[in-house]
């Protein structure tokens, strides 16, 4: 008799998400992705599917290719995500207003 796995709501499957990505870090700067601010959105529908809007530092950024790979691998092994998509945005172009207050405070710039 197999067990059935416990359901899980989007909200919770959206922190879930937050989380993985906050053990996803920029190789250049010292802060993760989610607190740099290169997360716009995390959005998860009701099959579970999941939608990441990131940009990254600059359009030359040297991870533009492996970094969303990376976040796309990582989120689909969220528990509760049947798919997840990754897509890449430079608008509006990132900048260091978005970087959190944690990631103010581990960057020394508060």
Known sequence: MS?????VTKKEIEEAIIDT?????DPE???NIYDLGLIYDVNV????NALIIMTLTAPNCPVAESLPQEVKERVSQVYGVKQAEVEL???PPWSQEFISEEGKLMLGLL
């Not at 067990?3 to 359901?7: A, L, R, W």
């Open 21 to 25: 990505l906050k053990r996803i870090y």
């Open 89 to 91: 945005t430079f608008d």
């Open 29 to 31: 700067i010292p802060v």
């Open 3 to 7: 067990e059935e796995k416990p359901k």
């Open 45 to 48: 529908d009701d099959e579970g």
